[in-house]
T-cell receptor, first 116, second 111 residues
Framework: EAGVAQSPRYKIIEKRQSVAFWCNPISGHATLYWYQQILGQGPKLLIQFQNNGVVDDSQLPKDRFSAERLKGVDSTLKIQPAKLEDSAVYLC??????????????FGPGTRLTVT | EDKVVQSPLSLVVHEGDTVTLNCSYEVTNFRSLLWYKQEKKAPTFLFMLTSSGIEKKSGRLSSILDKKELFSILNITATQTGDSAVYLCAVTDNYGQNFVFGPGTRLSVLP
């Protein structure tokens, strides 16, 4: 079974620039998550999708971050404009069904963003 | 506000030692607690504990959940250098939402 795919793996940008990350979840997984993990901290949930609808985006800084999951499969996370404090690893995860018995999340390799 | 606290934040042991990692939490409408192992890359799932499954074991790893006292422990016996990683604890609410992770415990196992 193929895992969660993310790209790019690394990105370096200057502050005030824009950046986009892409995630392809495991086939058949209805729920997709984006997390921000700052060095030395645990992952922080940014947004959770159920199919192509947003379930929870309470911690997404909506003035600069946006995410979409068209057609309920792939997802993109965008930052515009980036700030120095956005430097982190952005993890995408998917799970079979949030409302069912299976909450196990499978994580992708992450995108390491450095904002200079 | 939902919160997860882990202790210790860092731990150094020698191969063969037994370690206990702690996780305490505050969450509205608790549903489940999950343990993950994070090496250099993405977290990998270890255990999920809910009201219907408060003790799990897999090989040298085991975990229990105390819903009354709002904490969980992860035990690793006969540690190996390959156990060196950050161990993350996370909780979720009854709607399958609001995943909150703790800061993690960084375990280093020396040969």
């Amino acid at each position: 079974e193929a895992g969660v795919a993310q790209s790019p793996r690394y990105k370096i940008i200057e502050k005030r620039q824009s950046v986009a990350f892409w995630c392809n979840p495991i086939s058949g997984h209805a729920t997709l998550y984006w997390y921000q993990q700052i060095l030395g901290q645990g992952p922080k949930l940014l947004i959770q999708f159920q199919n192509n609808g947003v379930v929870d985006d309470s911690q997404l800084p909506k003035d600069r971050f946006s995410a979409e999951r068209l057609k309920g499969v792939d997802s993109t996370l965008k930052i515009q404009p980036a700030k120095l404090e956005d430097s982190a690893v952005y993890l995408c995860a998917s799970s079979l069904d949030w409302g069912g018995r299976d909450y196990e999340q499978y994580f992708g390799p992450g995108t390491r963003l450095t904002v200079t | 506000e939902d919160k997860v606290v882990q202790s210790p934040l860092s731990l150094v042991v020698h191969e063969g030692d037994t370690v206990t990692l702690n996780c305490s939490y505050e969450v509205t409408n608790f549903r489940s607690l999950l343990w993950y192992k994070q090496e250099k890359k993405a977290p990998t799932f270890l255990f999920m504990l809910t009201s219907s499954g408060i003790e799990k074991k897999s090989g040298r790893l085991s975990s229990i959940l105390d819903k009354k006292e709002l904490f969980s422990i992860l035990n690793i016996t006969a540690t190996q250098t390959g156990d060196s990683a950050v161990y993350l604890c996370a909780v979720t609410d009854n709607y399958g939402q609001n995943f909150v992770f703790g800061p993690g415990t960084r375990l280093s196992v020396l040969p």
